[in-house]
């Protein structure tokens, strides 16, 4: 008797929100500026870990896992476009479909060497690497500086003349100098797909990576840690979040998924990256598609 009421105290008291949130510090190396900052975060932090407990339960035959991560003591807003809805750009090309032709089953961009580190948001880079045969992160410190979250990324790119080397524009100056450096790498054209076709994407995936808005504002979706990606409630029809779509691939058991490349580091997810699964426009992953070319 006495080692059972040993065993559950032992149970309790390791799985404590208090220790929870002392290893959390710890793995993540966290350190606040102050006590009442330090109280806030830890109080979401405790909100969020009872968001991952009460997912699971409900889920429990869900396709991926959940897991604490370094963004556990943000919200999700603080992490994706206050605004719902991402800005229409006005493409040079608008394509539907193409003829659908035999593809294989599995296609990464990430094995050809063309795609930068999760934690460079790179832009348009990877096509540069894919005409050229060489990776040179981007600057996003001058898309921030130019290209607020109200302007259409894409076009604002563009009329900048495309995007500078981060070695040359390293930091944000918090205004906007056009100048200040010499693109390396351009695109003429911006399409977008307009019929949300998830086969045009794999047939567009072919020729280069492609930019998709996903409606990131599930605390599955914060705090996704591994599997195939699919949460019936999130938006098909609104997108607050963009990543890079690298690629596609299919499982043992015939699942079909994309390969997206996150923005939120390597301690996120699949070291960086989330599957999600393909065909049924999980999260409105087909809905807002851009390829620049």
């Not at 929100?17 to 102050?34: C, E, M």
């Not at 476009?81 to 296609?107: A, C, G, W």
């Amino acid at each position: 008797m006495k080692l059972i009421i040993f065993s559950v105290l032992f149970c309790v008291v390791t799985s404590s929100p208090s220790l929870d949130w002392i290893k959390f510090k710890r793995s993540f190396n966290k350190n606040y500026k102050t006590g009442a900052e330090e109280a806030e975060r830890k109080q979401i932090f405790l909100e969020n870990v009872n968001r991952i407990r009460d997912y699971e339960r409900a889920h429990p035959n869900a396709t991926f896992k959940l897991g604490i991560n370094h963004l556990a003591d943000r919200r999700i807003d603080e992490l994706v476009l206050r605004s719902k809805h991402y800005s229409v750009p006005r493409p040079e090309n608008t394509q539907s479909s193409f003829d659908f032709i035999n593809f294989p089953d599995s296609f990464d961009w990430r094995t050809k060497g063309v795609i930068s580190p999760v934690e460079n948001q790179e832009v348009v880079e990877s096509l540069y690497a894919i005409q050229k045969g060489k990776l040179v992160p981007g600057s996003v410190a001058r898309v921030d500086d130019c290209c607020p979250q109200t302007v259409e990324p894409f076009q604002c790119i563009k009329k900048l003349g495309g995007i500078c080397s981060a070695a040359d524009y390293p930091a944000t100056t918090g205004q906007c100098i056009p100048n200040k450096c010499k693109p390396f790498a351009h695109f003429d054209q911006i399409m977008q797909l307009k019929d949300k076709n998830e086969d045009t994407m794999v047939a567009w995936i072919q020729n280069s990576t492609l930019f998709v808005g996903v409606d990131a504002s599930q605390s599955s979706f914060e705090f996704y840690q591994s599997g195939i990606y699919t949460d019936p409630s999130c938006s098909k029809t609104t997108v607050d979040h963009v990543m890079q779509l690298v690629g596609y691939g299919k499982t043992a058991s015939g699942d079909l998924f994309w390969i997206c490349k996150n923005s939120w580091g390597t301690s996120w997810g699949e070291k960086g990256y989330i599957r999600i699964l393909r065909g049924k426009n999980i999260c409105g992953i087909a809905s807002y598609v851009i390829q620049v070319a």
